[in-house]
């Protein structure tokens, strides 16, 4: 049996592209994981943000592109 080290894997360790969703636990990615500004539009898959999931006021007419 091959036991690994608490804290023996680092980023640096980790290959790009290494860990996907496949590999992700239900729920471990969380708002509190994900830093400001990195998901845009494109990572938005059509129809999944509903009136329902945006907070109150939040939304105002200089956030709105024109013909929106």
Do not use: E, R
């Not at 091959?2 to 980790?14: D, E, P, R, V, Y």
């Not at 290494?18 to 636990?25: G, M, S």
Request: avoid cysteine; charged fraction near 10%.
């Amino acid at each position: 049996t091959l036991t690994i080290s608490n804290n023996a894997i680092t980023t640096a360790k980790i290959n790009t592209n290494a860990v996907d969703a496949t590999k992700l636990a239900d729920n471990a990615v969380t708002s509190a994981k994900i830093a400001n500004a990195t998901i845009t539009g494109a990572d938005i898959a059509n129809a999944t943000i509903a009136g329902s999931n945006i907070a109150a006021n939040t939304i105002t007419a200089d956030k709105l592109a024109q013909s929106a």
